[in-house]
Protein backbone atom coordinates (compact mmCIF):
# COMPACT_ATOMS: atom_id res chain seq x y z
CA UNK A 1 0.00 0.00 0.00
CA UNK A 2 1.08 3.23 -0.99
CA UNK A 3 1.55 5.98 1.95
CA UNK A 4 1.33 9.71 1.08
CA UNK A 5 3.89 11.98 2.69
CA UNK A 6 3.30 14.91 3.39
CA UNK A 7 6.40 17.70 4.72
CA UNK A 8 5.27 21.21 6.20
CA UNK A 9 7.89 23.78 7.52
CA UNK A 10 5.89 24.61 11.10
CA UNK A 11 4.12 22.17 13.42
CA UNK A 12 1.32 24.01 13.29
CA UNK A 13 0.94 23.40 9.71
CA UNK A 14 1.69 19.68 10.25
CA UNK A 15 -1.13 19.77 13.13
CA UNK A 16 -3.91 20.69 10.92
CA UNK A 17 -3.24 18.18 8.27
CA UNK A 18 -3.39 15.55 10.57
CA UNK A 19 -6.97 16.45 11.17
CA UNK A 20 -7.50 14.36 8.18
CA UNK A 21 -8.56 10.87 8.41
CA UNK A 22 -6.12 7.85 8.60
CA UNK A 23 -2.84 10.50 8.68
CA UNK A 24 -0.13 9.90 11.03
CA UNK A 25 2.70 11.95 12.23
CA UNK A 26 5.98 10.60 11.22
CA UNK A 27 8.86 11.00 13.77
CA UNK A 28 11.22 8.97 13.30
CA UNK A 29 8.86 5.79 11.95
CA UNK A 30 9.94 3.29 14.12
CA UNK A 31 6.58 2.67 15.01
CA UNK A 32 3.94 3.62 12.41
CA UNK A 33 6.15 3.00 9.31
CA UNK A 34 6.52 -0.90 10.63
CA UNK A 35 2.69 -0.57 11.64
CA UNK A 36 1.83 0.47 7.76
CA UNK A 37 4.27 -2.52 6.50
CA UNK A 38 2.73 -5.03 8.80
CA UNK A 39 -0.35 -4.09 7.42
CA UNK A 40 -2.50 -1.58 9.82
CA UNK A 41 -4.69 -0.59 6.89
CA UNK A 42 -5.80 2.50 9.34
CA UNK A 43 -2.72 4.40 8.30
CA UNK A 44 -2.95 6.03 4.76
CA UNK A 45 -0.69 9.20 4.93
CA UNK A 46 2.35 10.42 7.07
CA UNK A 47 2.49 13.99 7.91
CA UNK A 48 5.73 15.38 9.35
CA UNK A 49 7.40 18.56 9.91
CA UNK A 50 11.06 20.07 9.40
CA UNK A 51 10.51 23.16 12.12
CA UNK A 52 14.26 23.71 13.25
CA UNK A 53 12.73 24.22 16.53
CA UNK A 54 11.79 20.30 17.13
CA UNK A 55 15.48 19.22 16.53
CA UNK A 56 17.65 21.69 19.20
CA UNK A 57 18.69 20.68 22.49
CA UNK A 58 19.08 23.35 24.53
CA UNK A 59 20.79 23.42 28.32
CA UNK A 60 20.97 26.21 30.05
CA UNK A 61 21.54 26.99 34.05
CA UNK A 62 20.54 23.27 34.86
CA UNK A 63 17.14 23.17 32.72
CA UNK A 64 16.99 21.44 29.57
CA UNK A 65 14.77 21.18 26.88
CA UNK A 66 14.76 18.61 23.96
CA UNK A 67 13.00 18.98 20.83
CA UNK A 68 10.13 16.51 19.82
CA UNK A 69 12.22 15.17 16.89
CA UNK A 70 15.55 14.70 18.89
CA UNK A 71 16.78 11.04 18.03
CA UNK A 72 18.27 8.88 21.10
CA UNK A 73 21.70 8.94 19.33
CA UNK A 74 21.92 12.39 19.52
CA UNK A 75 20.95 12.65 23.54
CA UNK A 76 23.82 9.66 23.83
CA UNK A 77 26.29 11.85 22.62
CA UNK A 78 25.38 15.05 23.59
CA UNK A 79 28.72 16.21 25.97
CA UNK A 80 26.06 18.31 28.53
CA UNK A 81 23.41 15.19 28.82
CA UNK A 82 25.70 12.15 29.97
CA UNK A 83 23.79 12.39 33.24
CA UNK A 84 20.52 10.76 31.33
CA UNK A 85 22.99 9.57 28.25
CA UNK A 86 22.73 5.53 29.96
CA UNK A 87 18.83 6.10 29.53
CA UNK A 88 19.24 7.01 25.68
CA UNK A 89 21.35 3.82 25.14
CA UNK A 90 19.00 1.98 26.34
CA UNK A 91 16.65 2.04 23.24
CA UNK A 92 17.20 -0.56 20.77
CA UNK A 93 20.50 -0.85 18.43
CA UNK A 94 22.84 2.02 16.84
CA UNK A 95 20.29 1.91 13.57
CA UNK A 96 17.01 2.46 15.91
CA UNK A 97 18.75 5.02 17.87
CA UNK A 98 19.69 7.58 14.79
CA UNK A 99 16.03 6.96 13.94
CA UNK A 100 13.96 7.06 17.45
CA UNK A 101 12.90 10.02 18.90
CA UNK A 102 12.05 11.48 21.80
CA UNK A 103 8.33 12.10 20.93
CA UNK A 104 7.78 8.70 19.35
CA UNK A 105 9.37 7.08 22.83
CA UNK A 106 6.45 8.55 24.59
CA UNK A 107 3.81 6.80 22.60
CA UNK A 108 5.77 3.75 22.38
CA UNK A 109 3.54 0.84 24.03
CA UNK A 110 4.77 -1.29 26.56
CA UNK A 111 7.23 -3.16 26.00
CA UNK A 112 9.01 -0.23 24.65
CA UNK A 113 9.15 3.55 25.37
CA UNK A 114 11.83 2.95 27.83
CA UNK A 115 12.94 6.50 27.58
CA UNK A 116 9.93 7.92 28.22
CA UNK A 117 10.47 5.60 31.71
CA UNK A 118 13.69 8.02 32.28
CA UNK A 119 11.68 11.44 31.84
CA UNK A 120 8.40 10.09 34.08
CA UNK A 121 11.18 9.98 36.74
CA UNK A 122 12.80 13.47 35.30
CA UNK A 123 9.09 14.99 36.00
CA UNK A 124 9.52 16.19 32.39
CA UNK A 125 7.16 18.68 31.00
CA UNK A 126 5.68 18.03 27.47
CA UNK A 127 4.80 20.59 25.56
CA UNK A 128 2.75 20.82 22.41
CA UNK A 129 1.29 24.33 20.49
CA UNK A 130 -1.55 23.66 22.96
CA UNK A 131 0.33 24.38 25.65
CA UNK A 132 2.87 22.25 28.35
CA UNK A 133 1.04 19.67 31.11
CA UNK A 134 3.18 17.28 33.34
CA UNK A 135 4.04 14.37 31.93
CA UNK A 136 1.77 12.08 33.97
CA UNK A 137 -1.01 13.94 32.58
CA UNK A 138 -0.02 13.38 29.04
CA UNK A 139 0.57 9.76 29.69
CA UNK A 140 -2.59 9.19 30.84
CA UNK A 141 -4.64 10.79 27.98
CA UNK A 142 -1.89 9.81 25.36
CA UNK A 143 -3.99 7.58 23.65
CA UNK A 144 -6.29 10.00 22.52
CA UNK A 145 -4.08 12.64 21.59
CA UNK A 146 -4.05 14.22 18.00
CA UNK A 147 -1.52 17.48 19.28
CA UNK A 148 2.20 17.13 17.63
CA UNK A 149 4.83 17.14 20.61
CA UNK A 150 6.97 19.89 20.23
CA UNK A 151 9.62 19.45 22.83
CA UNK A 152 10.42 18.03 27.26
CA UNK A 153 11.80 20.05 29.60
CA UNK A 154 12.67 19.26 32.82
CA UNK A 155 15.57 19.76 35.34
CA UNK A 156 19.06 17.82 34.87
CA UNK A 157 19.68 15.64 37.47
CA UNK A 158 23.42 15.37 38.85
CA UNK A 159 25.16 12.42 37.76
CA UNK A 160 24.56 10.52 41.01
CA UNK A 161 21.13 11.45 41.03
CA UNK A 162 19.65 9.80 38.53
CA UNK A 163 19.96 6.08 38.10
CA UNK A 164 18.27 3.83 35.21
CA UNK A 165 18.24 -0.02 34.59
CA UNK A 166 16.96 -1.79 32.15
CA UNK A 167 16.47 -5.62 31.99
CA UNK A 168 16.48 -7.51 28.88
CA UNK A 169 16.81 -10.95 27.82
CA UNK A 170 18.85 -10.22 24.61
CA UNK A 171 22.41 -7.88 25.52
CA UNK A 172 23.05 -5.39 24.23
CA UNK A 173 19.75 -4.14 22.35
CA UNK A 174 16.87 -6.67 23.37
CA UNK A 175 13.07 -5.46 23.84
CA UNK A 176 12.34 -4.74 27.49
CA UNK A 177 11.41 -7.32 31.01
CA UNK A 178 11.26 -4.07 32.57
CA UNK A 179 13.07 -0.79 32.75
CA UNK A 180 13.16 1.22 36.35
CA UNK A 181 14.44 4.89 36.43
CA UNK A 182 14.83 7.04 39.86
CA UNK A 183 15.90 10.52 40.88
CA UNK A 184 16.63 10.47 44.29
CA UNK A 185 18.20 13.23 46.20
CA UNK A 186 19.81 12.61 49.80
CA UNK A 187 20.26 14.57 53.02
CA UNK A 188 23.16 15.43 54.72
CA UNK A 189 23.11 12.73 56.90
CA UNK A 190 22.71 9.94 53.53
CA UNK A 191 18.99 9.54 54.05
CA UNK A 192 16.66 9.82 51.07
CA UNK A 193 14.80 13.36 51.25
CA UNK A 194 13.01 13.01 47.94
CA UNK A 195 12.47 10.54 45.59
CA UNK A 196 10.77 10.06 42.35
CA UNK A 197 10.86 6.10 40.77
CA UNK A 198 9.21 5.18 37.25
CA UNK A 199 8.77 1.84 35.97
CA UNK A 200 8.27 0.20 32.64
CA UNK A 201 6.44 -2.89 31.50
CA UNK A 202 4.58 -2.80 34.99
CA UNK A 203 1.55 -1.53 33.37
CA UNK A 204 0.18 -0.49 29.72
CA UNK A 205 2.38 2.49 30.00
CA UNK A 206 4.93 4.18 32.36
CA UNK A 207 4.13 4.53 35.86
CA UNK A 208 5.06 6.06 38.81
CA UNK A 209 6.23 3.70 41.75
CA UNK A 210 4.35 6.03 44.53
CA UNK A 211 4.58 3.73 47.61
CA UNK A 212 8.08 2.56 46.85
CA UNK A 213 8.64 6.46 46.67
CA UNK A 214 7.25 7.37 49.86
CA UNK A 215 9.02 4.08 51.36
CA UNK A 216 12.34 5.26 50.75
CA UNK A 217 12.08 8.59 52.43
CA UNK A 218 14.19 9.07 55.48
CA UNK A 219 15.40 5.98 54.71
CA UNK A 220 19.18 5.31 54.21
CA UNK A 221 20.48 3.47 50.95
CA UNK A 222 21.46 0.30 52.49
CA UNK A 223 20.30 -3.56 52.69
CA UNK A 224 17.82 -2.80 55.32
CA UNK A 225 17.11 1.03 54.58
CA UNK A 226 15.60 0.11 51.05
CA UNK A 227 13.48 -3.18 52.38
CA UNK A 228 10.20 -1.50 53.27
CA UNK A 229 10.30 0.08 49.53
CA UNK A 230 11.41 -3.23 48.15
CA UNK A 231 8.39 -4.92 49.74
CA UNK A 232 5.60 -2.42 48.05
CA UNK A 233 7.15 -1.84 44.39
CA UNK A 234 4.21 -3.98 42.84
CA UNK A 235 2.02 -1.92 44.28
CA UNK A 236 -0.44 -0.62 41.82
CA UNK A 237 1.41 -2.61 39.18
CA UNK A 238 -0.58 -4.47 36.40
CA UNK A 239 2.03 -5.70 34.09
CA UNK A 240 0.98 -7.52 31.03
CA UNK A 241 1.97 -11.30 29.56
CA UNK A 242 4.26 -11.33 26.22
CA UNK A 243 6.79 -13.14 24.43
CA UNK A 244 9.12 -11.64 25.86
CA UNK A 245 8.02 -12.37 29.70
CA UNK A 246 5.09 -12.97 32.07
CA UNK A 247 3.05 -10.81 34.01
CA UNK A 248 4.08 -13.33 37.20
CA UNK A 249 7.81 -13.06 36.17
CA UNK A 250 7.85 -8.89 36.01
CA UNK A 251 6.53 -8.71 39.41
CA UNK A 252 9.08 -11.66 40.76
CA UNK A 253 11.65 -9.69 39.22
CA UNK A 254 10.91 -6.23 39.86
CA UNK A 255 11.90 -5.87 43.60
CA UNK A 256 15.34 -7.93 42.72
CA UNK A 257 16.12 -5.28 40.02
CA UNK A 258 15.11 -2.17 41.99
CA UNK A 259 17.38 -3.31 44.97
CA UNK A 260 20.27 -3.56 42.78
CA UNK A 261 19.55 0.14 41.17
CA UNK A 262 19.29 1.57 45.16
CA UNK A 263 22.38 -0.01 46.27
CA UNK A 264 24.88 0.58 42.88
Not at 109 to 116: N, R
Amino acid sequence: MALALQTFATVKDANAALKSAGTRYLGGGTLVVRAANEGDISVSGLVRSTDPTLFAIEVTGGKVRIGASVTMAAIARHPELGAIARAARAVGGPAVRNMATVGGNLFAPTPYGDFAVALLALNATVSTDDGAVPIETFLAKRDGSCAIITSVDFALPQADGFRFLKVSRVKPKGVSVLSIAAVLQLAGDGTVSSARIALGCMADRPIRARAAEKALIGRSLTKDGIAPALAVINDGTSPATDPIASAWYRNEVLPVHLGRLLLS
